[in-house]
């Protein structure tokens, strides 16, 4: 007899993907945050302003080098106010 073989369907990999990318997100902020329990509030600003700069810079121009720019004048911008918030 020839039976048909069954198959079973393709995992959705698209759900996947965005639970492999939300734990990651999830991940990386507990250590980040953990990173930054011991710093002064000048260096948390800094962090702070690196960090949004580098997610602008990356966001409006769509590159790497975009990113690093917008994290070096965030992290200027951080160490500034950090400064004034003494």
């Given at each position: ?7 079973t ?8 993907y ?6 990651s997100?999830a991940?990386a902020a ?5 990173a930054?329990?011991g710093?002064s509030?000048r260096e948390?600003s800094?962090?702070v302003?690196a ?5 602008v810079?990356g ?7 975009g990113?690093?720019?917008?994290a070096g004048?965030?992290?200027l911008?951080?160490n ?7």
């Amino acid at each position: 007899m020839n039976t048909p073989l069954t198959t079973t369907p393709a995992p959705q990999t698209g759900a996947v993907y965005w639970r492999v990318t939300i734990i990651s997100l999830a991940a990386a902020a507990m250590l980040a945050l953990t990173a930054c329990a011991g710093m002064s509030p000048r260096e948390t600003s800094t962090v702070v302003g690196a960090t949004a700069g580098a997610i602008v810079g990356g966001a409006v121009t769509g590159t790497t080098a975009g990113a690093a720019v917008g994290a070096g004048a965030g992290g200027l911008v951080g160490n500034e106010v950090g400064k004034r918030n003494r």
